[in-house]
């Protein structure tokens, strides 16, 4: 299994691009999540999955849209790309249940100019 | 909404010592699970340790014991005989959706260093 695989694993765009960031898991997992992690600052919560179709809002959310088509994908949209948006971006999954371990992919290091 | 904090941006051991890293909670839910996360400097996130709001034993997975007291809120995370590996970032995180892990909440974490 490859697990949890984001591409790309480093991006630089200019103020006002908009770009995708990949997400994909292999092991059949119903919960998928993305966060940022800023320096200084532990992990937040953008956006999450709790099976195909159907998405939710996490704790920043404002700027970036997701989707989940299929069980495996889960992309993170940036729609209008902001220098506040310079941060590492990780992709989550986990198995439907309590305590279970959540998976996490390498991270995408994004940087907007 | 839920909040982490723990208190200790940097911590010092020597090798072989054990350490505790604090983390204190606050929620309003009766259900809710609490997790510890290492992240080394390679930047991955490595899953350590649960404890189930409902659980009444401390958790332990190898060198890892969680020492949870409720009434207090807290959750801290002890490391028997340090290594040098275990030099890492540590967040402990909550989520509020009965334990399940999609919905994590992350404190800043806290640096541990050990030393030879």
């Known amino acids: 299994n490859a697990g949890v695989t984001q591409t790309p694993k480093f991006q630089v765009l200019k103020t006002g691009q908009s770009m995708t960031l990949q997400c994909a898991q292999d092991?059949?997992?119903?919960?998928m999540s993305w966060y940022r992690q800023d320096p200084g600052m532990g992990l937040r919560l953008i956006h999450y999955?709790?099976?195909?179709?159907?998405?939710d809002q996490g704790e920043v959310p404002n700027g970036y849209n997701v989707s989940r088509s299929t069980t495996e994908d889960f992309p993170l949209r940036l729609l209008s790309a902001a220098p506040s948006q310079t941060s590492v971006y990780f992709c989550?999954?986990?198995?439907?249940?309590?305590?279970?371990?959540?998976?996490f992919g390498p991270g995408t290091r994004l940087t907007v100019l | 909404a839920q909040k982490i904090t723990q208190t200790q941006p940097g911590m010092f051991v020597q090798e072989k010592e054990a350490v505790t890293l604090d983390c204190t909670y606050d929620t309003s839910d009766q259900s809710y699970g609490l997790f510890w996360y290492k992240q080394p400097s390679s930047g991955e996130m490595i899953f350590l340790i649960y404890q189930g709001s409902y659980d009444e034993q401390n958790a332990t997975e190898g060198r890892y014991s969680l020492n949870f007291q409720k009434a207090r809120k807290s959750a801290n995370l002890v490391i028997s005989a340090s290594q040098l590996g275990d030099s890492a970032m540590y967040f402990c995180?909550?989520?509020?959706?009965?334990?399940?892990?999609?919905?994590?909440?992350f404190g800043k974490g806290t640096l541990l260093t050990v030393n030879p």
């Open positions: 995180a909550t989520s509020n959706s009965g334990g399940s892990n999609y919905k994590l909440t």
């Open positions: 989550a999954s986990s198995y439907y249940g309590v305590g279970n371990e959540q998976f």
């Open positions: 999955s709790v099976g195909a179709g159907i998405t």
């Open positions: 092991m059949n997992h119903e919960y």
